[in-house]
């Protein structure tokens, strides 16, 4: 980790810093979620095959 001796760069870098993480943690959530509902529910059913009986 780079530190300089003014403030303001550290704090940039700070804030950049979690702004990636939020996204990384985002990112992974949503794609955990969407896999389990891939996986738990079966896939449906298209429409002129419901209609059609």
Do not use: C, H, N
Request: proline share 9%.
């Amino acid at each position: 980790m780079i530190v300089l001796d003014t403030k303001g760069y550290v704090i940039m870098d700070t804030w950049v810093f979690v702004l990636l993480a939020v996204l990384f943690v985002v990112l992974s959530i949503t794609t955990i979620v969407l896999a389990v509902r891939r996986t738990r529910q079966p896939p449906p059913i298209p429409y002129p095959y419901q209609e059609r009986r």
